[in-house]
């Protein structure tokens, strides 16, 4: 029935042949480029602001009323609460549950976060709620903009348009502050005219208001009318009279400067050559291509840079050239391998079955291409991963059908006898080769939690890629060789030196094969030898893992924290001074890009915020030819900037593309007591950073700015008519001001602020000598109010999963140590230390934390895998017993991927097990086909010698023609040949290095393990 099809329906097949080749073209062209995979992840930012409040202030009044709202909002698996001077954020974690549950329970925790706001201070802002996907967590493009003299109308108009660019889901702005109309008076002209300071106040709010007047009827027509107030004119507002104390009045002008500007904003940004910038951050929407986005933003910028007269606007950061290198890479490989395909076959099999052959590649990832793409999917670096992985596969079903049919063909059969006779022999070990394989992988996509998520479309794009190639094999090949018209035209030589060659090979292998029949010791011996050596390798520590091993990208940052009393200035000349110190190592063009922030830190797991925290952000160019890596950069900057003069800390953050919120190393400490956690993370960190082989050791908790208490007299307060509120509304007033009125100036509108004049220590000292008039014209003295208090006070307070915690963070030297041995290092120094803080409880996290959980569930899932495998065999054979036979050259090629990376000295990663199990599957094939054809034969009487010989020397060419159509393929990406990757590199040299193995160990211990069983069922 499948011959007839084949026969009578090949203008059918082509037609769907040429439809998904030109559909999957398109498709893989039109596929959003990303980074990542587009991941929900189920993760919600709570952002909460408190002008002027202190990080115990914040827990109290913000985050722990934040934290109650969370404990009800159920099936929540974690939740980290930090509340810092003027901000409490919160990352709440849902466990990982459908989409449309965790939709609920999102739009209930923002009710629930409303209703609980509405007890907050009254001047904190309402919180901010953002479910953080794989598309914010890291910006597709940042942007500098000058912001001379406060003057940052540009970054407010580039940050309007770049918002308005299609894709763009929002601009996040670093540096850049809110409009504000400042008034700053004079405390002593405020003296000197009787003016009460809070009388100011509420006469600026008042004269600033537009008010509704009501219709008024003119003429017989109706007009609204509107009580004008000031408009943003700050000569209107200089002219403004102020009653005096003596029942007079004096214009606004005599008693403070008024002046247009933005708000100094709690950060700052500072370009390379000093200038205040503003930083703009380009996050994209889900399912937009990153690549074109990026151009986007780029094209703008030249664009404004045109209209400005000059390269006022500055591309800081591309990170989509990671993503570029990736796809190029996989390109050229891709080519590079059909290249290998079409020579190696071409020399065994002849011109046309070669190009058939070859052809099933292009088809089989053109069909899975138009799947993604029909799914929804994008082109990122783990879809790359899964081709990387199964691109051999093709190869290998195709080889093994069309080897079979040029058998026939040469023994004389007509096309489609030798295509009818072909597909009886080797159609059923073909597809149980695929479906078993095809069963190794999808239990994976079943493994929960960030790293499931993140993996998932790996096995998914491998499935996708067998289904396609057994159709190419079993339907799309055949049917081409039935359509065939004329004969292949090859020289009489080339099919001598073809036949000679096959023969050759036969033969030379036939009598290694009768060797190892004679001596069956000698196969398990090298077995034995090879296993030892991975034994020894391992115990000696040569095998490593390093599970999350990953390109790093072109950036890295470099974390500045101050002394806890330093301001902004203070921390962004240091951020400038280790800025001017990493240019200094930099060659000629190696920098891209550099910036200084103050007042805030980005880190892979949160945004601080802080006064005394910087951030240097260096942005490389892209490596070429003898351009260091970023290690070897980070390496030569770390001794010009450790342990700087006036800085507290400086720490190295290389970032990489791999998964969020992920450290080498962390240590969380939780306990009751927030003191005796303070010298307990105090005291580990000490310890850890004597650790040879930890890098960047730093925790998050920190001495914050010294706490001026305020000791109220109440009866005192009482009698001048004050209270707490009022009290700290005018130290506010004199100090960090008050927005008292809102106006506009065209599009914009100004926040009115007043407050003091800078004023040095002898101006603070004088002006809590002097009396202050209140509004009821009453006049004390502050320290007839309040008795002043000096105390240390935290800089943040950090809590997870509802108990106070601390967390210390390091880099790991992995030419030194392995995460595994620097968290039982880290592990033996707590134990020295944990008698003296009875109750503080320490947990390990960082790679090892998603590492356990992965693992673990991988195990089982591993195992499932191989259940079905065996199922499916032993389904397919009939037989208990062959599928273990089938089964057994996965361990085979396990040794040859252990042997591999020792030699390369590449660790084990998690990317690495994935190719693991797609070259088991390739060996495996090998084994199917020839056990196969060895039972073929007993069945047909044959003995269990004869079976078994003549079976292994029929299946010696498709194997061989396998092994080096993969290996040229591989070998091209395992030595950058067609572009570098530290993440496929390691991986396409283990499946190298596995084959190199597995192949001969298959040829030999397969048929000698198949020749006992037979032997034995024959006896």
């Known amino acids: ?31 959003p480029r990303a980074q990542y995979p587009e991941v929900r992840l189920n993760w919600v930012a709570v952002a909460t602001v408190w002008p002027a409040a202190s990080a115990r202030d914040v827990e109290r009044q913000i985050t722990l009323p934040l934290e109650a709202v969370v404990r009800r909002a159920g099936q929540v698996r974690y939740v980290a609460a930090t509340s810092r001077d003027y901000v409490s954020t919160l990352l709440v974690r849902f466990e990982d549950i459908p989409h449309a549950d965790f939709e609920r329970r999102l739009q209930a925790l923002v009710r ?71 008034v700053a008076f004079d405390p002593a002209a405020l003296r000197r005219h009787g003016v009460a300071p809070d009388v100011l106040a509420r006469t600026l709010a008042e004269q600033a208001q537009d008010v509704p007047a009501g219709p008024v009827s003119m003429s017989g027509r109706l007009y609204n009318s509107r009580v004008s107030g000031l408009s943003s004119d700050p000569a209107q507002w200089a002219g403004l009279p102020i009653p005096d104390g003596q029942g007079g009045m004096v214009p606004l002008g005599e008693l403070a400067d008024i002046q247009p500007g933005s708000a100094a904003g709690r950060e700052r940004v500072a370009l390379a050559d000093g200038r205040p910038a503003v930083l703009l951050s380009v996050i994209k929407r889900e399912n937009v291509n990153a690549l074109h986005l990026t151009e986007a933003v780029a094209d ?13 606007l500055q591309l800081a950061d591309d990170q989509t050239g990671a993503t570029r290198s990736a796809i190029r890479a996989m390109e050229n490989n891709a080519l590079l391998g059909l290249l290998t395909v079409l020579c190696v076959a071409w020399l065994f099999l002849g011109r046309r079955m070669a190009l058939l052959v070859s052809v099933g590649v292009p088809f089989a990832l053109a069909a899975m291409f138009l799947s993604l793409y029909l799914m929804g999917e994008t ?169 999350f091993a990953s390109d790093p990208l072109r950036v890295f940052n470099v974390n500045v924290q101050m002394p806890a009393t330093a301001g902004l200035d203070a921390t962004l000349a240091m951020t400038r001074e280790v800025e001017a110190r990493l240019r200094a190592v930099a060659r000629p063009g190696e920098v891209r890009a550099s910036l200084s922030m103050a007042g805030i830190q980005f880190t892979p797991s949160e945004t601080r915020h802080g006064d005394h925290l910087g951030q240097v952000v260096i942005s490389l160019a892209d490596q070429g030819n003898g351009e260091r890596s970023v290690e070897d950069f980070v ?55 004597g650790m040879a082989g930890l890098e960047d050791v730093q925790d998050d908790s920190e001495l914050g700015k010294p706490l001026l208490g305020l000791a109220l007299d109440s009866a005192a307060a009482a009698r001048a008519g004050l209270d707490p509120m009022k009290v700290a509304g005018l130290i506010r007033l004199h100090f960090d001001g008050l927005p008292v009125a809102r106006v506009a100036d065209g599009d914009t509108t100004r926040t009115v602020t007043l407050r003091a004049r800078d004023m040095d220590d002898a101006a603070v000292r004088a002006l809590l000598e002097q009396p202050w008039r209140l509004a009821s014209g009453q006049v004390v003295r502050p320290n007839e109010l309040f008795a002043l208090e000096f105390a240390n006070a935290a800089g943040q307070s950090r809590r997870v999963n509802y108990r106070p915690a601390v967390t210390i963070q390091a880099g790991i030297d992995r030419d030194h140590l392995s995460a595994a041995t620097a968290e039982a290092g880290v592990r033996a120094l707590w134990e020295e230390l944990r008698a003296a803080y009875p109750g503080v409880t320490v947990e390990f996290g960082g790679e090892l934390e998603d590492v356990r959980a992965s693992l673990h569930d991988l195990a089982w899932l591993f195992l499932l895998g191989i259940v079905l495998m065996y199922g499916i065999l032993a ?30 000295d590449q660790p084990l990663s998690l990317y690495t097990l994935y190719g693991c199990v797609a070259l088991g599957g390739v060996a495996m094939n090998a084994s199917i086909v020839l056990i196969a054809a060895a039972r073929d034969r007993s069945e047909a009487g044959m003995g269990p010698l004869a079976a078994t010989f003549h079976a292994a020397r029929r299946r010696l ?26 993440l496929w590199g390691p991986l396409a040299a283990a499946i190298v290095w596995g084959m190199v193995v597995a192949t001969p160990l298959t040829l030999f211990a397969t048929p000698l393990l198949y020749y006992r069983l037979a032997r034995r069922r024959a006896a």
């Open 1 to 31: 029935m499948m011959t007839h099809s084949l026969s009578r329906r090949h203008l059918w097949t082509n037609l769907v042949f040429v439809f998904v080749l030109l559909s999957g073209l398109w498709s893989y062209l039109a596929l």
């Open 112 to 182: 629930d976060v409303q209703q609980a706001a509405a007890a907050f201070p009254r001047d904190a802002r309402p919180p901010q709620v953002v479910e953080l996907t794989s598309s914010s967590l890291f910006p597709t493009a940042m942007v500098l903009v000058p912001a001379e003299d406060g003057d940052d109308r540009l970054a407010r108009s580039v940050q309007a348009d770049m918002e308005a660019l299609p894709g763009v889901d929002r601009v996040w702005a670093i540096g850049l502050g809110e409009p504000e109309l400042a």
């Open 300 to 312: 703008y910028v030249a664009a404004r840079n045109r209209q400005l007269g000059g390269a006022v």
């Open 379 to 547: 082109l990122n670096t783990s879809v790359l991963l899964g081709v990387a992985i199964v691109l051999g596969i093709p190869l290998d079903d195709a080889v093994v059908v069309a080897e079979a049919i040029q058998i026939r063909l040469a023994q004389g059969h007509e096309r489609l006898a030798a295509v009818r006779l072909a597909l009886g022999e080797v159609a059923r070990p073909v597809l149980a080769s695929v479906l078993a394989t095809v069963a190794a992988f999808a239990p994976l996509m079943l493994l929960p939690g960030l790293l499931g998520k993140f993996m998932l479309v790996v096995p998914l794009t491998v499935i996708l890629t067998l289904l396609a190639s057994l159709a190419a094999s079993l339907w799309i090949l055949p049917s081409h060789v039935v359509a065939w018209r004329g004969q292949e035209v090859c020289p009489r030589p080339m099919v001598r030196m073809r036949q000679a060659l096959g023969r050759g090979l036969r033969r030379q292998y036939g009598r290694l094969l009768a060797g190892a029949f004679r001596h069956p010791g000698r196969v398990a011996m090298l077995f034995l030898v090879l296993l030892g050596l991975v034994a020894a390798g391992t115990a000696a520590g040569w095998l490593r893992a390093q599970w």
């Open 635 to 689: 390496a030569a900057a770390r001794p010009v900037v450790t342990g700087l003069a006036g800085a507290d800390n400086v720490a190295f953050q290389v970032l990489s593309a791999d998964l969020p919120s992920l450290s080498a190393l962390t240590v969380r400490l939780t306990g009751e007591s927030a003191g005796q956690l303070a010298e307990a993370a105090q005291a580990l960190r000490q310890a850890m950073a």
């Open 875 to 904: 389904l397919q054979f009939g037989s208990v017993v062959l599928p273990l036979l089938m089964l057994a050259t996965a361990p085979m090629a396990l040794i040859g991927v252990a042997l591999g990376l020792m030699v390369i």
């Open 957 to 982: 060419v498709p194997i061989v023609i396998t092994t080096f159509s993969i290996l040229g393929g591989l070998l091209a990406l395992a030595f950058g040949v067609g572009g570098e990757s530290l």
